[in-house]
DNA sequence: CTGAAAGCGCTTACAG
DNA sequence: CTGAAAGCGCTTACAG
């Protein structure tokens, strides 16, 4: 019953990874002992934690954090609805999440392909995921369900970049009509008189805000109301748009991209398809700051997301909404301009 | 005792998920059968199923992935090591990897930030993760570590575009050798005689062997030797790299690079820096097809990565490794020339 | 501070 | 085909 003894039929058969009775056999104490050194604040001597995890060292044990969600019902896995990766600006926004994640202990389910928010639904609530960050990049009507879903069946849920109607929940948004406000005030200073919008095929709270603010902006500053167009938030849905736009009456002179992949479409159709000069005949506007923004080929003038302070501002309503606090209402998170070439004289 | 019964201290206390046991209640049946009714092949009867499946919806009742990982000691998850996702081939590959796994009943977890290969091996032992993809944009080092570790601990490994020395993985690649063979035949058909080759800041399987097939060709087309130039896989690092190639000796006149954000990087020095035309002082192709190499400005001549095709291959090959099938040797998926715009007179 | 024991919600031999 | 029961590897009241 030494050391080599264990419990009887609790001994790990060979060749499968030590378990915490191996660890308690080993150390001569007992399995809870075991478990308490791997908690935080559990009560526990030090001579004895010390000898604990002298024993899981030499057997190389980490606790089994499956059984572990099990006994807590909690499961440390954080799911991410992502529908759809298209847009640029996801790549490091999912780094910057991991890693964040990581840092609180938790892990990131990427769910790609949320066509039915019903099997969404079951593979979440299977694994126990503690909660979920749905992204912008998903359908609107995916969103709505699955949030809903998630509300009813108690599993707490974030908004990344995205404001539900008729749904109350914790959201981070960048600052959407004030990034439409001033792309308007640049196109006006710089004396466009007949301005553009290009949005996408749903009407999102992002696209709603970003024209908003645009738009009241160039009316208040005496201009005509800008021409609407949308498409997929795509680079082909951006060329297509601009395309359309300048076919029809009264081409505008500057146009102004719900997101940089329309933007970088636009400037493409004008420039590569309608032998336009980009800025001298049409100035144009994006809103992210994707990498190929800063490339030399476009030097795009675009709103840039503080997408680092987003992460940082969703993981902190995750965490308020793990530990049951009463949800945040929408956290908002300024947007800066920056300037290259794309706009006119500026 | 009737169906609102239970078994005593069984019963779910309100508020909670209904589990195996109040279904079982329900049905009037026993909580094996509950299970069995949800396992693929288990022996139940047809009317015996129905029931149980009936009382299963009107509980709302899912099994709980997580007591059946513990129980199978099989979690259903696969995880995804990306140390960054600079390369935007990556979205697309992820997504439809994340498809395809849960086409398989399976989860996909992504592990970022891959700086210690010791802290993702706690982590992916703790979650009893079946099975991991590491992918060729993981740190060489990091490659090889977590693989060894991985093999150490038992946990089946596929690498994807990435061939590790000394180390028996089962691997998916590209035709790395063949892709380069390829640009080069397209550069020699062309008449350049003085090729450049931009590769990356490690040697990894990959941008040996794309250098390897390319060179060799064009040292067998009686021109000579590819000049060898490396920067970080970026768009920076093209950039950076081709003015260095253009300052230098002896520039070339057609540059080949290990990836598409290299070479658009190498087409935005040339022509807006150094005023070069392309493709007619200087000829570039990429590797991969990003989206991007296919935008109007760039137009960029390329060799595909069936991705598609890779991802399949990769899931077949952790299919064969989660059922304990031998481990089968590298499969590697053909590539294409995607002639577009940015090799002269092709 | 420490241990014995029940419980988390499944799966799966083992008997019928 | 069906059920009783042990077991997966932890956590956490409950007693000392």
Redesign the interface.
């Given at each position: 019953m030494a050391e080599g003894g264990g419990k009887g039929r609790r001994r790990a058969p060979a060749?499968r990874?030590a378990s915490s009775y191996d660890v308690a056999a080993l150390a001569g104490v007992s399995q809870s002992a075991v478990s308490r050194a791997f908690r935080a604040n559990a009560y526990l001597s030090d001579a004895m934690r010390a000898r604990v995890l002298e024993a899981a060292r030499t057997l190389g044990f980490?606790?089994?954090?499956?059984?572990r969600?099990?006994a807590t019902r909690r499961?440390g896995?954080v799911a991410?609805a992502i529908g759809?990766?298209?847009n640029?600006i996801?790549?490091?926004i999912?780094?910057a999440f991991?890693?964040r994640l990581?840092q609180e202990g938790l892990?990131?389910?990427?769910?790609?392909?949320l066509d039915d928010a019903e099997e969404v639904m079951?593979?979440l609530?299977?694994?126990?995921t503690d909660a979920v960050l749905v992204t912008a990049s998903t359908r609107l009507d995916s969103s709505v369900q699955l949030t809903r879903r998630c509300q009813a069946a108690?599993v707490p849920v974030v908004l990344f970049n995205r404001v539900l109607p008729d749904v109350h929940v914790p959201a981070v948004a960048c600052a959407n009509r004030e990034g439409g406000r001033m792309a308007a005030e640049l196109l006006l200073r710089a004396g466009h008189r007949h301005t553009a919008f290009i949005g996408g095929p749903e009407e999102t709270s992002t696209v709603r805000d970003r024209r908003g603010g645009f738009a009241d902006t160039i009316i208040a500053g005496g201009a005509a109301p800008p021409r609407l167009e949308a498409g997929p938030l795509s680079?082909e849905g951006g060329?297509a748009a601009l395309l359309r736009l300048m076919a029809g009456a009264g081409p505008p002179d500057a146009v102004f991209c719900t997101n940089d992949m329309l933007a970088?479409g636009a400037m493409?159709?004008a420039?590569?398809?309608l032998g336009l000069r980009v800025p001298e005949d049409l100035s144009v506007i994006g809103f992210d700051d994707v990498?190929?923004a800063a490339?030399?080929?476009?030097a795009l003038t675009t709103v840039r997301q503080r997408t680092g302070q987003m992460v940082e501002a969703a993981v902190a309503l995750l965490a308020a909404a793990l530990s049951g606090a009463a949800p945040p209402p929408v956290v908002e998170v300024p947007v800066d301009l920056v300037a290259r070439r794309s706009v006119r004289g500026s």
């Open positions: 060749g990874r980490r606790p089994n954090a499956i059984a969600s099990l499961s896995i991410v759809g990766i298209g640029p996801y790549p490091a999912l780094d991991g890693r990581a892990e990131m389910l990427l769910l790609t392909g079951a593979r609530t299977g694994y126990q108690g680079y060329r970088i493409d159709a420039r590569q398809v990498p190929m490339w030399d080929s476009y």
